[in-house]
């Protein structure tokens, strides 16, 4: 099933949430924004920068989504298992399914020792790859947006936990989900460890996504080095069983924000995606 998000910048490109012609310009100084009365003079981030709407978009889709899910679509609603989340550069291996279904049994099997453990992360960004030593190994660490952030799959408990934590999420100043799931690691969601398999399952297909700057897009050559190094391992793919190598214990600090995310019409948007229970929708 496709779903649109319906609050998009292309749907909105001259009101908010997209960019209106009214909306103070990110480098204007708050002096000059309020003498010219724009929308959001009086509403810069902590670096003192005014929102803009392809940045604000990412953590506003990330939520709804999650939101339409496991609230408006019908199917869905009496749903505990995992979610996966992948984005539409991002490659997976065989076994992704059936390793996600290994976690989770390892997670039910060690409850007492992973009692905080509220996501499973599938991928990692390390750039060698032993699947001979490392193909059924898990390591139970902490939530960290630098490293984790690639293919993560968690079930509706953590939603639940999310939305207890709206407040927190939607007003913390940074435009990205991953960096304000770690401050509700901090301050709402305590110890929220990650079951992260050490031997990656998601690979990232380039340098095409959102962030890469001035690098040359080349995403069929790497589709042909992943296709290899996956026919190389394909033996120790679908492992027949998994274990916990290690654990990290100590906690991660809250994270400075990166800005963005200081508009009230961001904040009061990203609220009433977590706070809409009431389903009007019936897909």
């Not at 679908?238 to 990166?258: A, E, G, R």
Request: charge should be neutral; glycine fraction near 4%.
């Amino acid at each position: 099933m496709q779903i649109f998000f319906p609050l998009s910048i292309q749907l909105h490109p001259k009101s908010f949430p997209g960019d209106d012609p009214n909306d103070c310009p990110r480098d204007m100084t708050k002096e000059e924004a309020m003498k010219k009365k724009c929308n959001n003079a009086a509403f810069p981030d902590n670096y003192g920068h005014y929102r803009e709407a392809k940045y604000c978009q990412m953590k506003h889709h990330w939520l709804w989504k999650l939101h339409h899910v496991y609230n408006n679509v019908h199917v869905m609603r009496s749903y505990k298992g995992q979610i996966l989340l992948l984005e539409e550069d991002y490659y997976v291996t065989p076994d992704i399914i059936h390793i996600i279904q290994m976690v989770q049994n390892l997670r039910e099997k060690d409850w007492n020792d992973c009692k905080e453990c509220k996501i499973i992360a599938i991928g990692n960004y390390d750039e060698h790859h032993n699947f001979g030593v490392n193909a059924g190994k898990v390591e139970v660490v902490n939530w960290d947006a630098s490293r984790l952030n690639r293919g993560i799959a968690f079930n509706r408990d953590l939603w639940e936990e999310i939305k207890i934590c709206a407040k927190e999420f939607c007003n913390f100043d940074d435009y990205n989900y991953d960096w304000t799931l770690q401050h509700l690691s901090s301050k709402c969601i305590p110890q929220m460890k990650v079951l992260q398999m050490k031997a990656t399952r998601v690979f990232h297909m380039g340098d095409c996504g959102f962030h890469q700057k001035g690098k040359k897009c080349q995403p069929e050559k790497k589709k042909k080095n992943i296709d290899k190094l996956v026919v190389v391992n394909k033996d120790h793919l679908f492992p027949n069983t998994l274990s916990i190598s290690s654990y990290t214990s100590l906690p991660l600090q809250d994270p400075k924000p990166n800005g963005g995310w200081s508009d009230p019409r961001d904040q009061h948007l990203c609220l009433s995606f977590a706070k809409n229970t009431t389903d009007k929708e019936d897909t």
